[in-house]
């Protein structure tokens, strides 16, 4: 630890940072409060060198899901390790590290089996719109990178962290195979990262519902080979007429509503799959209908912990560069306008430099 900082600390007695936290429906602040310190053997103090906004962060923003009281903001993370717990074995201070929205031992029957996310241990993480953040269950939960990153490389990395690992599962949920026909319903980060998910595993034809131009434009070049702007029925009709009435082998929901989950699961041709990653709200599906329909349903909160290390890799090596969904930087102070420009989708995704 730098020994001028150290004194500085000392000087001021308790250590601070400042952070967003969210009192209320569009009430977004970036204000002091305590900084992060371990608290258990098994953590991690990470100084991040990037943060950015969820699609899910909306939710709460718009008062859709109360909170309950001020809520530190952020579960998107990647920086470098300051600190470390005691009992903390395959990290060290100095490296730069990735970690998901929930937290892992990485060791237990779940963990095991790919559903970090369902980990004996999990807890979602929140406070990581802020410049240093504690990650509990360090060893299990973050992965470093073989070197510090290049600067340019440090948004797409960002992206493992909750947004392409999500878009990654839906793809993976929905059983993409390759020369198969894959459908995206969602043209937010997660599902533009599922159209390259998609294409990264080998899905001969994806095709991405979206009407909005500079979304169907980064569709494409994440590798959709046909853009639907219809919604509802009429987006199904139009699934099902492109693929000669049979419907798509995979179908990836990105969105979270009734309307998506039933457009995803009737553009889905009988024996296919839809994978399902944004969180619900509302949807109420009838078991009848359901049961007629032959589809299989998978989905829920996405292991990121599981994709990690490959998705790290494809990353590193350049074959991809999720980072482009990042059409917004600004300075962390600034989080309150992030807020607003992805409210009002004026920005896909929003990247906060602390
Ligand atoms: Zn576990």
Redo the contacts with the bound molecule.
């Keep these: 630890m730098n020994t001028q900082r150290t004194m500085n600390r000392q000087t001021m007695g308790r250590q601070t940072i400042r952070g967003a936290v969210l009192y209320g429906p569009r009430d977004i602040r970036f204000e002091e409060r305590e900084a992060p310190r371990i608290v258990e053997p098994t953590d991690a103090i990470l100084r991040l060198s990037a943060t950015c906004i969820c699609g899910s962060d909306l939710w709460p923003y718009r008062g859709i899901s109360p909170v309950a009281e001020p809520t530190p903001m952020g579960h998107e993370y990647c920086g470098i390790v300051e600190e470390v717990g005691k009992a903390v074995k395959s990290l060290r201070p100095g490296q730069f590290v990735i970690g998901s929205f929930a937290t892992?031992?990485?060791?237990?029957a779940?963990?095991g089996y790919g559903y970090?996310s369902s980990?004996?241990?999990?807890e979602f993480m929140s406070g990581a719109q802020a410049p240093v953040l504690r990650v509990p269950l360090a060893d299990?939960t973050l992965v470093a990178t073989p070197e510090l990153p290049p600067a340019d490389m440090i948004p797409s990395l960002l992206t493992v962290s909750d947004v392409l690992g999500t878009g990654w599962f839906a793809a993976v949920a929905a059983d993409v195979q390759p020369g198969k026909t894959a459908v995206v319903v969602g043209d937010g980060a997660v599902g533009l990262l599922g159209v390259l998910a998609a294409k990264q595993l080998g899905a001969e034809r994806v095709i991405a519902m979206s009407r909005h131009p500079a979304r169907q434009q980064l569709a494409r070049e994440f590798g959709a080979t046909d853009i639907v702007t219809e919604r509802g029925d009429a987006g199904v009709a139009r699934i099902k007429e492109l693929t000669k009435g049979v419907g798509a082998d995979a179908v990836l929901e990105c969105v979270g509503t009734q309307e998506s989950m039933l457009q995803a699961i009737h553009a889905t041709r009988p024996g296919g799959s839809v994978g399902y990653v944004g969180v619900p709200h509302g949807v109420e599906l009838n078991g009848e209908d359901l049961f007629y329909t032959h589809v299989r349903l998978h989905g829920g909160p996405a292991p990121v912990r599981r994709f990690l290390p490959e998705l790290i890799e494809l990353v590193w090596s350049g074959k991809i560069n999720p980072g482009r969904v990042f059409d917004l930087t600004l300075p962390l102070d600034q989080v309150a306008e992030g807020y607003r420009a992805m409210d009002e989708r004026r920005a896909i995704k929003v990247l906060l430099r602390p």
């Design positions: 892992s031992d990485n060791t237990c779940h963990c970090q980990c004996v241990h999990r299990g």
